[in-house]
């Protein structure tokens, strides 16, 4: 679907005309910030909030993050990071401690490997800082788009998008976008979202489609956002 930030996303086929608003982007985003006051936070934005801010916490936090539910993810993490917060602490761990202190979280084993090898590759190859490029951070194993993407966004604040299933489904189901993967619709959206909401639609939307924009039944009624989202997919029978 075409539209741009400062124009009206089309409504689509079927839709009575004059029945939706203008989707204003920036409306959106002053809207979804009063809704998710009351939400619980999306898991590295509750740890930067926290004290884990630093790109190393927040690289590993990702990592773990990965198939993990936010509520898994985030008292994992506490109990990591009371043992070890940099890679020179953590290369002290040995795996089998640290899948240990990992349990809970997806594939324990395999990223208490994947970390080990990071955190020894940031220590001995990087002189001890985190690579701040999307280049750097997907050459270390274990990490993909979506790892890098968070830690860029949090960890260093720069202007990254991370697109997950939530962030995916409503900016598609607004009309925002109109893509059938997660990858796509972050080139999307790297297209046309203006950059200051770069770094906030992840962390706005992540709660905002656990707990309103749902997967099979989105509570269209409650939501702030109902007169500008063109419903796409949504059965409104």
Not at 79 to 92: E, V, Y
């Amino acid at each position: 679907m075409s539209g741009s930030p400062n124009h009206p996303v089309p409504v689509p086929p079927g839709t009575a005309a004059g029945s939706k608003e203008t989707f204003d982007i920036h409306e959106v985003f002053n809207r979804l910030r009063a809704a998710c006051l009351r939400l619980p936070k999306a898991a590295m934005f509750q740890l930067r909030d926290e004290g884990y801010r630093t790109p190393y916490e927040q690289l590993i936090a990702s990592l773990i993050s990965t198939r993990t539910l936010d509520e898994t993810t985030i008292p994992v993490c506490r109990r990591l990071f009371d043992r070890a917060r940099t890679p020179a602490a953590m290369t002290a761990l040995d795996e089998a401690e640290l899948a240990a202190l990992l349990r809970g979280a997806t594939f324990p084993e395999p990223k208490a490997r994947d970390i080990l090898a990071l955190s020894c590759s940031i220590a001995e190859r990087h002189d001890g800082t985190v690579p701040d490029t999307l280049e750097g951070l997907t050459a270390f194993r274990g990490v993909g788009p979506k790892v890098a993407a968070l830690t860029l966004a949090v960890g260093f604040n720069k202007p990254a998008i991370c697109v997950d299933i939530h962030v995916h489904r409503v900016a598609n189901r607004w009309g925002y976008v109109a893509e059938p993967t997660p990858e796509r619709t972050m080139a999307a959206l790297a297209s046309k979202l203006p950059q200051q909401y770069w770094i906030e639609i992840n962390e706005r939307l992540v709660p905002f489609g656990k707990h309103v924009c749902t997967g099979p039944r989105p509570r269209c009624p409650a939501c702030p956002l109902l007169s500008m989202c063109r419903q796409v997919g949504v059965d409104r029978a």
